[in-house]
């Protein structure tokens, strides 16, 4: 389901809202008229709801034993619904408690109480035909029973639900059984923020927070499926517009979406990844951070995270730090220097690439002396190299980074850190790659690269970014965008 029309207000009759997701905010709070839910008892889930825009209510909940659940609707009345089965139920406006803000809210309250809840979701009221919108406006979850968290406030199939009311969801007990969160809370607008409880067996997280245009923080995201074998995550971010930390270096993904809008980009700064993450997913891109506001160095973070020797796709597409460069160039064999008839765009720190320029060269591997030989190479110490293929040797892996020490005219070591040192290596060959920072720019004349061209091609169509390609690429990753 497409992202629905966001409000236009920059208030609304709930608490002051952005319209667009980039507005000033302030610590959210309840209203102090709203009725309290924080003695909320263990087992239970309890809602606020209001009577503003909608006054028809429907959920379906599952119980561990098939016994029937009960809600307490908050108007004097009280159901006992059996598991699985739709509750609903219609307000008399303006019968719930009075807010100040124009409205009367009702708190329910969900109970099993002759066993324990398993599912809880919003769904349609029968008498809907179109996207019901839920006056959702805070929610805490004790049933710490649930094994799913899928879809709790949305409905995707006709008619639709989804609760863009939703200001504040308190998760404050581990849930153990939970194993996944899919759609858990797409589009809803107005949270703000959350603080996660831990959900270690957590498998699929799939458009989780998609929509969620005002989030700005989300506490304890790193105990999010910290324990499962691997876990989904595609559009688990989507247009996440204020979302700036995306902190989950437990969880192993196969697949995680972060993606914003060509107009309007997320605001994304950092992402903590696990460095065990197999990207697996057969859909590319497995890692889509495109359309969102990350500099070149918050990109080259990014790339300097993501797991070694994988054949996979990462998308930057429109992200503000990215900008390419085509332009004809000439490199010559040994030289630095890339003979350019127009630099229009280039600058120093960009990195280059081209036949000649950051083509793998064959090398050969001694193991006495523990060295990388590769004639008049150029590559000073510290330069962050990669090595496509090995045949034979060992103590080093393919498509791994490693630091050039104790580089000499034709031959070098390599350590795991920088001026670390050297790995022991046996003997055998394969080929060595990196990247080719420009380290000066004369105007529509040449470019003077960090190394020595590999060969003469003659004029070639060469590629300059301001994000450092290599540090992806070296691994096996494809870089789109």
Not at 123 to 137: E, P, V
Not at 179 to 192: D, V, W
Not at 339 to 353: F, I, Q
Request: hydrophobic share 40%; with cysteine.
């Amino acid at each position: 389901m497409a992202l629905g029309k966001r409000k236009t207000s920059t208030t609304s009759a709930y608490t002051n809202i952005p319209s667009t997701g980039y507005g000033t905010f302030n610590n959210w709070a309840p209203p102090a008229d709203w009725p309290s839910i924080a003695d909320c008892a263990l087992g239970n889930i309890e809602l606020i709801v209001s009577d503003k825009e909608l006054n028809t209510y429907a959920f379906i909940c599952s119980t561990n034993n098939g016994t029937p659940y009960q809600i307490n609707w908050g108007d004097g009345t009280v159901n006992m619904y059996a598991s699985a089965a739709k509750a609903q139920h219609t307000y008399t406006v303006g019968a719930g408690l009075v807010c100040s803000l124009g409205y009367t809210t009702f708190k329910i309250t969900i109970s099993a109480p002759s066993g324990a809840l398993t599912a809880f979701a919003v769904t349609s009221h029968s008498l809907a035909s179109n996207t019901q919108r839920h006056g959702i406006l805070s929610a805490i979850v004790r049933a710490t029973t649930l094994t799913s968290f899928a879809n709790m406030f949305f409905k995707s199939t006709a008619p639709a639900v989804d609760c863009y009311q939703l200001q504040s969801c308190i998760l404050k007990d581990s849930f153990p059984l939970v194993t996944t969160t899919s759609s858990m809370f797409y589009n809803c607008y107005s949270l703000q923020s959350l603080t996660l409880p831990a959900m270690p067996l957590v498998t699929t997280t799939t458009s989780m927070f998609s929509g969620c245009v005002s989030l700005q923080t989300i506490t304890n995201l790193s105990a999010l499926g910290s324990t499962a074998a691997s876990t989904q995550g595609d559009t688990m971010f989507l247009n996440c517009e204020q979302l700036t930390n995306i902190n989950m270096p437990n969880t192993k993904f196969t697949t995680l979406g972060a993606a914003g809008a060509s107009t309007l980009l997320n605001k994304l700064a950092t992402i903590a990844l696990n460095a065990s993450s197999t990207f697996s997913s057969a859909t590319a891109p497995q890692l889509d951070i495109s359309y969102c506001t990350l500099t070149a160095a918050q990109i080259n973070a990014i790339f300097a995270q993501l797991p070694n020797n994988l054949a996979k796709t990462v998308n930057i597409t429109g992200c503000t730090g990215e900008t390419q460069v085509t332009l004809n160039g000439t490199p010559t064999t040994g030289s630095t220097t890339v003979t350019m008839g127009s630099t229009t765009g280039l600058s120093a720190g960009m990195e280059m690439t081209g036949t000649g320029i950051d083509t793998a060269q064959s090398v050969a591997f001694t193991v006495t002396t523990n060295l990388v030989t590769l004639a008049n190479h150029g590559i000073p110490n510290g330069t962050l190299v990669y090595f496509p293929t090995i045949v034979t040797t060992t103590g080093i892996t393919v498509k791994t980074p490693y630091y050039v020490v104790n580089a000499a005219t034709n031959t070098f070591q390599v350590s795991l850190t920088a001026g670390g040192a050297p790995i022991a290596i046996t003997t055998g060959t394969g080929t060595v790659f990196y990247g080719n920072p420009i380290q000066t720019v004369n105007p529509d004349t040449s470019v003077v690269l960090l190394i020595p061209a590999s060969s003469s091609p003659g004029s070639v169509s060469t590629v300059s970014n301001t994000a450092l390609h290599s540090l992806a690429a070296g691994k096996g990753w494809t870089i789109t965008g």
